[in-house]
């Protein structure tokens, strides 16, 4: 099969690797029919994080093209969603519902899996990672907000979760990438009555004012804080959402967080670092972290196909496999938001 090959900081390329085949009987192959390129897929292409050489990719949805003789919820044929991390479902972090720290899983382009930047991928303990899609005959732009639930769209459910996001809430979103942007679409689902997205792009300031943001903040740092503060009567937010990840960034979504509220984090961390005078004199709380996008999927699924929510539309270039280094080009110059990769039709 083709896929595509992590070769190191600013390598990346379309390859041949073996089909994968059923290794255990809980396993299901899936055809792939879209992919796409995450922002942290861009840390590995930027050389910053540490990535092994060969397949990368965990956000997909595809065709399950063969299971194993104990899987019993799905069958060839069924369209499905996968997480962005496998689980079995039955461990003690899966049972407690974090399903993104399973003790006997691992995500997708690692662990001995193929990424989902490739036309076909072995998915361990198919019955407890997969999604069915139920219904067939999906519009492009369902397809489109189907694979965003892979990753982007539950961790961005994942920071306002985290928060406590509520009915009636000023939340503030931290970061305008994709995350950030499915971050505001999940605070307005939880009923934030005003949302504050941070942010510099005037594309992506656009589409923030679209899926919900009531106001925008351009500045950064501490003119970000004091704009924020101000316009919040002195209290700030009553929930930060932390989407990048930057020392910066994790100091201005405490900067604006109100006594008593929390921060939900979900940036990968990089040259961050908790403010514990503010943790423990403003009492602002700290959570987040991996998403578990498999106890979030079920119900954003329902959002998704009613037309409640669309976070396809972070979507902004599309490619096939031919066009990968380009997928990740455009992310890095930032002419992209996100990356969708067609993988099959």
């Known amino acids: 099969m083709r896929a595509t090959l992590y070769g190191g900081p600013g390598d ?25 390129v995450c922002g942290s897929d861009l840390w590995y292409y930027r050389g910053v994080n540490p990535h092994a050489p060969g397949p990368i990719g965990h956000e997909f949805i595809g065709v399950i093209e063969q299971v194993g003789a104990e899987v019993t919820t799905l069958q060839t044929g069924d369209l499905v969603v996968a997480p962005f991390t496998f689980c079995d479902g039955t461990c003690a972090t899966c049972v407690a519902g974090w399903t993104g720290n399973c003790l006997n899983g691992g995500s997708f382009g690692n662990h001995g899996v193929d990424g989902g930047q490739g036309e076909y991928v072995r998915v361990p303990y198919a019955d407890a990672t997969l999604v069915k899609v139920p219904g067939s005959g999906h519009s492009d732009a369902v397809m489109k907000s189907l694979v965003a639930l892979s990753d982007v769209m539950c ?6 979760f985290s928060a406590g996001v509520k009915a009636g809430d000023t939340v503030a979103v931290v970061g305008d990438g994709a995350v950030g942007l499915c971050a505001v679409i999940a605070a307005k689902r939880l009923g934030a009555e005003r949302i504050i997205a941070l ?5 992506r300031q656009a589409l ?14 501490d003119d970000a804080t004091e704009r924020i503060m101000a316009m919040t009567g002195g209290l700030g937010v009553d929930a ?14 405490f900067g604006i967080a109100r006594v008593g509220s929390i921060v939900g984090a979900v940036g990968v ?24 996008a498999r106890r979030y999927i079920p119900e954003l699924l329902e959002d998704v196909l009613d037309g409640s929510i ?3 539309l ?22 992209a938001t996100k990356s969708l990769v067609r993988i099959s039709a």
């Open 208 to 221: 923030a004012r679209t899926i919900g943001a009531s106001d925008i903040v351009a500045e950064r740092g």
């Open 269 to 292: 961390p990089h040259d961050s670092a908790v403010p514990l005078q503010t943790v423990i004199f403003r009492n602002v709380g700290l959570r987040g972290g991996v998403a578990p």
């Open 155 to 160: 961790t961005g459910h994942h920071a306002a």
């Open 12 to 36: 990346v390329t379309v390859g041949e690797r073996p089909d994968p085949r059923l290794e255990n009987a809980t396993d299901a192959v899936v055809g792939v029919t879209l992919g796409c």
């Open 310 to 312: 669309n976070p396809g």
């Open 199 to 203: 942010s510099r792009n005037p594309v």
């Open 314 to 335: 972070v979507f902004d270039h599309e490619t096939n496999l031919d066009g990968i280094r380009d997928a990740y080009a455009a992310m890095l110059d930032r002419r």
């Open 240 to 253: 930060a959402l932390e989407c990048v990840g930057t020392g910066q960034s994790m100091a201005t979504a």
